[in-house]
């Protein structure tokens, strides 16, 4: 049987710096590939390149996936693992940090690698479902889980089936929630069959996007979101706020609208999780402050995402503003 032209696609994305420049007419030269990139290397979908300006290096959607010289600094206070993943983890590919909420990585595969990824260093491990349910049905208090990783969305059909249904089982589960880029920069992926098995899910589906730019938003990004939302998929989107990318107010403005377009109402702006080799990414919260101020004054309240911070330890995300 072909393989859906969703994994066809994947298939076909760019690995390598020089064939995007080229692609982009940008000289490879201006752009040394840092050394040690391979344990994270380059891979963009060509759907997601088509939405880059030629010629543009400061392009706001290639400098997600660029690698760039800066990678290689080691700068002091970035860490390998900055939100403490490793603290929370009570099985193979499992954490529990909040109380009523599970994060479940069942694939450390991601269909984009994102130079500012706080899991760019993570160690993946083989995800053990029996684990996971076992602590699950053993812990009463979960009632939502949230499939991450790498990102759930690249589990084929069959994988996906066969996870609600285990997790359909468990009496006191309510939400299911999926974190993922997939359809932003994978629309193909929102499929006829995908749209169905969530939309008969005896479990709330709760969807929450991650898109940092208003360019990210093309007419099939906005039919998979519509697509989604009909058969009942609650859509929220997070980003993270990026220096030279997202950093300015009417950038954040332009995509609460693109989102509200396609019927995703924006949920968390993250401020910069110190990852090693990524400080270059990084905005001060100084100068995020006055930024929701301006987005405060300029969208309806509902399109303001919360400016929150991840605090190793804490009960929940914490909200700066
Ligand atoms: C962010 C996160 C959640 C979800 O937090 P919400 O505030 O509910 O979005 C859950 N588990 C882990 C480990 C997380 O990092
Ligand atoms: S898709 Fe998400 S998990 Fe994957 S590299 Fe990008 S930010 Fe990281």
């Not at 603290?87 to 909040?98: I, T």
């Not at 006829?192 to 360019?215: E, F, P, Q, W, Y």
């Not at 100084?286 to 969208?299: F, I, Q």
């Amino acid at each position: 049987m072909k393989n859906p032209v969703w994994q066809q696609e994947l298939a076909g994305a760019v690995r390598q710096s020089d064939t995007l420049c080229t692609l982009l007419d940008l000289d490879p030269g201006q752009f040394p590939v840092p050394p040690g990139v391979d344990r994270f290397p380059l891979r963009v979908p060509r759907g997601y390149i088509a939405r880059m300006t030629p010629g543009d290096p400061c392009d706001p959607l290639l400098l997600q996936v660029l690698p760039r010289p800066a990678e290689a600094v080691v700068s002091a206070g970035y860490m390998l693992d900055p939100v403490g993943d490793q603290k929370a983890r009570v099985a193979a590919g499992v954490l529990h940090k909040y109380h009523d909420r599970l994060l479940l990585m069942p694939t450390g595969v991601c269909p984009i690698h994102c130079r500012y990824c706080f899991r760019r260093h993570f160690p993946h491990e083989r995800f053990d479902w029996h684990s996971a349910l076992t602590y699950l049905a053993t812990h009463g208090e979960i009632q939502e889980v949230i499939l991450s990783g790498g990102d759930p969305l690249l589990l084929s059909d069959a994988r996906l089936v066969d996870l609600l249904k285990r997790l359909e089982t468990i009496p006191h589960l309510r939400r299911l929630r999926i974190h993922t880029r997939v359809p932003v920069v994978l629309p193909e992926r929102v499929n006829d069959t995908l749209c169905s098995l969530l939309g008969r899910s005896k479990l709330s589906v709760i969807m929450v996007l991650h898109s940092n730019h208003a360019n990210e938003w093309n007419d099939p990004v906005r039919y998979a979101c519509t697509r989604l939302a009909h058969v009942g998929v609650v859509l929220f989107n997070q980003s993270v706020l990026l220096c030279g990318i997202n950093d300015r107010a009417e950038i954040l403005i332009a995509l609460s609208e693109a989102l509200f377009k396609a019927k995703v109402i924006p949920y968390y702006l993250h401020l910069f999780d110190p990852v090693q080799g990524a400080a270059h990414f990084a905005v001060p919260v100084v100068a995020a402050v006055p930024m929701m101020d301006a987005l405060r004054t300029y969208l309806p309240g509902y399109l303001v995402p919360r400016l929150v911070r991840e605090c190793v330890g804490a009960p929940s995300k914490m909200t700066i503003s």
